[in-house]
T-cell receptor, first 114, second 112 residues
């Protein structure tokens, strides 16, 4: 089944404890992206990747890192999480980052930073 | 101010009724506009995509309209079902840099 998977789905952690949220897609998509979703604000892009070893900042990259060492995986890294990073995170992929392409979203990761 | 504004924020309707959700945007130059459906606890799923030249597009009981002159779009849901309960998100893409702007969404609840 074609899909985008994220792990973990739920995570509660404490300030400063490094964490990684994994994202994997099995559709051979070139474009991958991370978003956070907060009440009343809509989805905001954190980072995106046009292809392997190519990553760029989105609208809200501060406090996050990503890597794209292989096409299928695009992990999101929080080196020193803070409470303002408590949010719902979505990974998405599409064949290419072109105007007509549909993005396929993962199921989401709900992160709470205490 | 968000470049994509959706209204209403939330809406409750009875099963079988119709409803219309609104999306106003200021993104320019315009490339395309998508409506996504997001079920609780799930990622968004694309319903329709509309480009500059398209005024209306249907997907089953969902019909999206676009007025590129007034920068407005609507999503009309006909004969609502309980499974239509979800958030509906409007996303507008910028033709210049392919940047996407997301609306905050409309939370629709369909009651029996």
């Amino acid at each position: 089944e074609a899909q985008v998977t994220q792990n973990p789905r739920y995570l509660i952690t404490v300030t400063g404890k490094k964490l990684t949220v994994t994202c994997s897609q099995n559709m051979n998509h070139e474009y991958m992206s991370w978003y956070r979703q907060d009440p009343g604000l809509g989805l905001r892009q954190i980072y995106y990747s046009m292809n392997v070893e190519v990553t760029d900042k989105g609208d809200v990259p501060e406090g996050y890192k990503v890597s794209r060492k292989e096409k299928r995986n695009f992990p999101l890294i929080l080196e020193s999480p803070s409470p303002n990073q408590t949010s719902l995170y979505f990974c998405a992929s599409s064949p290419e980052g072109l105007s007509k392409d549909t993005q396929y979203f993962g199921p989401g990761t709900r992160l709470t930073v205490l | 101010k968000n470049q994509v504004e959706q209204s209403p924020q939330s809406l409750i309707i009875l099963e079988g009724k119709n409803c219309t959700l609104q999306c106003n945007y200021t993104v320019s130059p315009f490339s395309n506009l998508r409506w996504y459906k997001q079920d609780t606890g799930r990622g968004p799923v694309s319903l329709t995509i509309m480009t500059f030249s398209e005024n209306t597009k249907s997907n089953g009981r969902y019909t999206a309209t676009l007025d590129a002159d007034t920068k407005q779009s609507s999503l009309h849901i006909t004969a609502s079902q309980l499974s239509d309960s979800a958030s509906y998100i409007c996303v507008v893409r910028n033709r210049y840099n392919n940047d996407m702007r997301f609306g905050a969404g409309t939370r629709l609840t369909v009651k029996p």
